[in-house]
């Protein structure tokens, strides 16, 4: 079993930045793939980012490439989202889940899912 805890969301203003952070605890953190998703009032749920177990790889959604930075501290069982440029199109709900199957943007590919953490962003 994991537990994850998402931190880090806010209001903030268009061109601000913010810092998610998601805190494992359970099984070996640093054995799987990382993700982080969104799901705003409305929509479905989409893939934002995703690291795989070393940190050697990451991926991004389109809407946020070239503006966010996705890592991970496995010493300290944590991830990071690291978004600049906000826009208020990003204003969601983030998740982090661990990665358990092939498909890094499928979330379906993953399980143990954190409460979330809300993102807000005006203009």
């Known amino acids: 079993q994991v537990q994850l805890v998402e931190s880090g969301g806010g209001l903030v203003q268009a061109g601000d930045s913010l810092r998610l952070s998601c805190a494992a605890s359970g099984r070996t953190f640093s054995s799987y793939g990382m993700g982080w998703f969104r799901q705003a009032p409305g929509k479905e749920r989409e893939f934002v980012s995703a690291?795989?177990?070393?940190?050697?790889?990451?991926y991004y959604a389109d809407s946020v490439k070239g503006r966010s930075t996705i890592s991970r501290d496995n010493a300290k069982n944590t991830v990071y989202l690291q978004m600049n440029s906000l826009k208020p199109e990003d204003t969601a709900v983030y998740y982090c889940?661990?990665?358990?199957?092939?498909?890094?943007?499928?979330?379906?590919?993953?399980?143990?899912w954190g409460q979330g953490t809300q993102v807000t962003v005006y203009r």
């Open positions: 690291i795989s177990w070393s940190g050697d790889y990451t």
């Open positions: 889940a661990v990665k358990v199957k092939i498909g890094y943007n499928d979330y379906r590919s993953y399980e143990y």
